[in-house]
């Protein structure tokens, strides 16, 4: 009798157990939440975590008893915003200047800062396009991030742009004689692209990015040429294969993104000359297109640009064709994805980084799909999709919140509230932002580790 009062007991333990919070058990509760899966939001909702992880989602209801509740309030809880494309070391709107007058070392450090400054305004990843830097300072602080030296957003992508001499990352500005290093990694012919594939991948990262035409804010080169020869993007492709990694390709000119996407790329950086073919073959090869719109509205007009003319003459006068081809893309079936492409440079108020998603809706997404371009989709593009992007037990608690209704009102995406990455709260409507503790290093590494 007593043996079987003891195994009663055991079980009705075990029972207790299954509907009590584990000890940390955190649920966030707001009267809305996107989940980036459902096509409507989430009334009345709420998120469990424990740990570094979503356990569940749904109403009130799956919060086990025990859990500590944060109460949001008027305010939509949804996945933390992925930026596709940014340059955390070009700290400065002369960005090829810059990069001449700084060191690895402080432009590293420079980054760092403004990563948590993104961090705490919403911005849980950030894929690295390539910087101004002779090293992989960039690099080395993504390794940091992920020991959890720093708590910072989730790093992925390129040390360097890989251009040819005379490309959108070679600086045209210096005489001849001067011995400088230019701002991207200059590289000419198959076995010297195949030598930079190998080497940026040695050295950590896990996407390669191409400059296979001109640039608008870089001196001199012209955006609508092409820059790499076919063999050139052959063999950097093969090479990327290869190593297992990913390529995104710079290309702005319309024959540079149709041959960007003919070779393999995964995705189109700008994409500012797209034409219908190469909406055909987005669809048709799968590829993920970042436009990175925002940052021409924020240096149209500026006078901040050493190549200023060069970026407001086209820009002024194509940016309504340039959005209305963005939303025939999406209506196509492109996935588009979120990208900012302003670099560390100060600006009055991060906020603005988030200015990208209604500049997607000014080109013909709808709220939702403008949010899931930074969220799901963007998440799907990096292959991470398996943990990031939408808010669904067994994804990291990277979560965010906004006041009011982003469906109804975008530009709340610029007022974050609340920031939690893996489990840690980084900020609290109401309270002085902290960046104290580390960031515990995510089950599974890179994808493309």
Do not use: C
Request: aromatic content about 6%.
């Amino acid at each position: 009798m007593r043996h079987f009062l003891l195994i009663t007991a055991a079980v009705t333990a075990s029972l207790l157990l299954s509907i009590v919070a584990h000890a940390g058990t955190v649920a966030l509760v707001a009267d809305r939440l996107i989940d980036g899966v459902s096509d409507r939001a989430i009334n009345d909702a709420a998120v469990v975590i424990e740990g570094e992880n979503i356990v569940a989602v749904g109403g009130r209801d799956v919060i086990p008893a025990g859990s500590q509740v944060i109460e949001l309030g008027d305010m939509t809880l949804m996945p933390g915003m992925i930026n596709a494309h940014e340059h955390p070391q070009l700290y400065a709107d002369d960005y090829q200047n810059a990069h001449l007058q700084a060191s690895s070392a402080y432009k590293t450090l420079r980054s760092l800062a403004a990563l948590q400054s993104w961090l705490l305004a919403g911005w849980t990843t950030v894929r690295v396009m390539g910087d101004g830097d002779v090293y992989y300072g960039n690099m080395d602080l993504k390794r940091a991030i992920a020991e959890g030296l720093f708590t910072a957003p989730r790093l992925t992508g390129a040390a360097h742009y890989i251009s040819t001499t005379g490309g959108g990352g070679d600086m045209h500005f210096i005489s001849p004689e001067q011995g400088v290093t230019p701002d991207g990694l200059i590289v000419d012919g198959p076995q010297a692209m195949i030598k930079a594939v190998r080497r940026e991948v040695m050295y950590g990262s896990d996407w390669i990015k191409l400059m296979v035409t001109g640039a608008f804010h870089a001196v001199g080169g012209d955006p609508k040429n092409l820059a790499m020869s076919p063999e050139e993007l052959a063999a950097a492709m093969a090479e990327a294969g290869r190593q297992g990694v990913p390529v995104a390709a710079h290309a702005h000119a319309t024959a540079g993104i149709n041959a960007a996407i003919r070779a393999g790329a995964r995705s189109i950086e700008h994409g500012t000359y797209l034409d219908d073919e190469s909406i055909e073959l987005m669809v048709e090869h799968g590829t993920f297109y970042v436009p990175t719109i925002y940052v021409g509205d924020y240096y149209a007009g500026s006078d901040k640009l050493l190549a200023q003319a060069k970026n407001d003459d086209p820009y002024l006068q194509y940016r309504d064709e340039w959005l209305r081809l963005i939303g025939q893309a999406h209506r196509a079936g492109v996935k588009v994805v979120v990208g900012l492409d302003l670099g560390s440079t100060p600006v009055p108020d991060t906020g603005v980084f988030a200015r990208e998603f209604a500049v997607l809706v000014e080109a013909g997404l709808s709220e939702m799909d403008a949010i899931r371009a930074g969220t799901r989709v963007a998440a799907e593009m990096l292959e991470w999709d398996d943990r990031l992007g939408t808010l669904e037990a067994g994804k990291l608690a990277d979560i965010i919140a906004v006041p009011g209704n982003p469906l109804k009102d975008i530009s709340t995406l610029e007022r974050v509230g609340f920031v939690m990455i893996g489990g840690q709260i980084v900020r609290r409507p109401g309270e002085t932002p902290s960046l104290s503790g580390a960031l515990s290093k995510p089950d599974g590494g890179s994808p493309h580790e």
